[in-house]
């Protein structure tokens, strides 16, 4: 079955740091660029981040740019989001999702985890 | 980079056929045929439902469609259903390697 399993939400105090990952199975991982997405409680989607098929190209949304750092592990099979300097507006649900095509970013997610929950508060 | 423009909520009949509107810029929407859209139920993960502006993914009704005129994407579901309801996003390629998603919209089957 192919899958994305996201991990390592929880609850920081701002200005705190937290690693988020993404272990992905079912399919072959090294060939496919992934995302992450968050949604803030009871708000839309926002995308966040995404990091090419051998993680040698990476981009991420201005709102988390020079806090939040996405990375892969191939060998692994999983993603993650390091993020730091959290900030209150950084309370949300994040997802990972798989683009659908391997080697090409089409930005067509067609697989999502379940999300994992970050809070940030004092 | 600003969130493309969605109608907060539309709602139909069943059996009806309800349009969503995403309208962004042309630096997104109106440059690049990579628009997609996602239904999302509530507590649950979204779902892929068209890509590439008007391809269906296998195992989405066919009920379901999309198109783009300019700097504006549409989705259609015709045959209203209630399983139908819940929260529709697009999402854009914006260059430079960047997306960027729709502010959402509720869909209400009456």
């Known amino acids: 079955e192919v899958q994305l399993v996201e991990s390592g939400g929880g609850i920081v105090q701002p200005g705190g740091s937290l690693r988020l990952s993404c272990a992905a199975s079912?399919?072959?991982?090294?060939?496919?660029?992934i995302h992450w997405v968050r949604q803030a409680p009871g708000k839309g989607l926002e995308w966040v981040s995404r990091v090419n098929s051998d993680g040698s190209s990476t981009i991420h949304a201005d709102s988390v740019k020079g806090r939040f750092t996405i990375s892969r592990d191939n060998p692994k099979n999983t993603v993650y989001l390091q993020m730091n300097s959290l900030r209150v507006e950084d309370t949300a649900v994040y997802y990972c999702?798989?683009?659908?095509?391997?080697?090409?970013?089409?930005?067509?997610?067609?697989?999502w985890g379940q999300g994992t929950t970050v809070t940030v508060s004092s | 980079q600003s969130a493309l423009t969605q109608p907060a909520s539309v709602s139909g009949s069943p059996g009806q056929s309800i349009t969503i509107s995403c309208t962004g810029t042309?630096?997104?929407?109106?440059?690049?045929?990579?628009v997609s859209w996602y239904q999302q139920h509530p507590g649950k993960a979204p779902k892929l439902m068209i890509y590439e502006v008007y391809k269906r993914p296998s195992g989405v009704s066919g009920r379901f469609s999309g198109s783009k005129s300019d700097n504006t994407a549409s989705l259609t579901i015709s045959g209203l259903q209630a399983e139908d309801e819940g929260d529709y996003y697009c999402c854009s390629y914006a260059g430079s390697g960047r997306g960027v998603f729709g502010g959402g919209t509720k869909l209400t089957v009456l």
């Open positions: 079912g399919f072959t991982f090294s060939t496919y660029w």
């Open positions: 999702a798989r683009d659908s095509t391997e080697w090409e970013l089409l930005f067509n997610m067609d697989v």
């Open positions: 042309s630096s997104d929407v109106g440059s690049y045929n990579l």
